[in-house]
C-alpha cells in the first residue's frame, strides 16, 4: 500500500494508480493445483479396477475442476485501478483480464465505501448483483462507488480509495467547468 499523506492539498498526478490484493486467494489456487495434481496422479498412477469410464470421469473431474479453481482465483488475486484525464480503467489478476474502461464522461460521481465486502456481493470477484450494480471484489475493506449517468453503479475494492475518489471528484469538476466555458 502506497503512503498519502491525508489532509494536504497537494496536486493530484497526472496518472493515479491504485491496487488490492487478496493473499487469501493464493490458498484457493494451491488447493486448484492439488486438484489437478490429483487428476493427473489417478491418470498415470492408479490401479483402477472399477473400469476405463469411472477413471475417465474422475480425472477429468479432478483436473477440469482444479483448472476453474486454479484460474478463477488467480484471475481476481489483485485488482488495479488507474485514473487519468479521460478514463477510469479496472483490470483484474496478473493477465489484466477482465478488464473494464469507463470515460470520465459517463461517471456522475464518485463515492467512498469504507466497508465493501465479498459477503455483501455473493463473493470475490466480477460480480453483478440487480439492487447494487457491478463490483469487482477482491477482499474485503475500503473501496469506490462510481455512480453512471446510465443509473447504474460501479464499486471497485482499491487500497487509499478515498483519494481515487479525491482524483475522481476533481476531474469531474475540471470536465463539467471545461465544458460550461
Not at 3 to 26: I, K, L, M, S
Not at 47 to 59: E, I, K, S, T, Y
Request: glycine share 12%.
Amino acid at each position: 500500500m502506497r503512503e498519502h499523506p491525508h489532509g494536504v492539498d497537494a496536486p493530484h498526478p497526472d496518472v493515479w494508480t491504485g491496487r488490492a490484493t487478496n493473499r487469501f486467494q493464493w490458498l484457493l489456487a494451491l488447493v486448484g493445483a492439488a486438484c489437478v495434481a490429483l487428476g493427473i496422479e489417478l491418470a498415470v498412477a492408479s490401479p483402477w479396477d472399477f473400469g476405463a469410464a469411472p477413471l475417465v470421469m474422475a480425472v477429468v473431474g479432478c483436473i477440469a475442476g482444479g483448472l476453474l479453481v486454479l484460474f478463477g482465483t488467480v484471475a481476481f488475486v489483485h485488482v488495479a485501478l488507474k485514473v487519468d484525464k479521460e478514463c477510469l480503467e479496472v483490470r483484474c489478476g496478473h493477465m489484466g483480464v477482465p478488464r473494464r474502461r469507463i470515460p470520465l464522461s459517463h461517471v456522475a460521481g464518485a463515492d467512498f465505501a469504507p466497508h465493501v465486502t465479498p459477503r455483501h456481493w455473493g463473493g470475490w470477484g466480477y460480480r453483478w448483483r440487480p439492487e447494487r450494480g457491478t463490483a469487482v471484489v477482491v477482499r474485503r475493506g475500503e473501496g469506490v462507488v462510481l455512480r453512471l449517468w446510465d443509473g447504474h453503479t460501479f464499486t471497485i475494492t482499491v487500497d487509499n480509495a478515498e483519494a481515487a475518489v479525491s482524483v475522481i471528484r476533481d476531474r469531474l469538476h475540471a470536465g463539467r467547468a471545461g465544458t460550461a466555458l
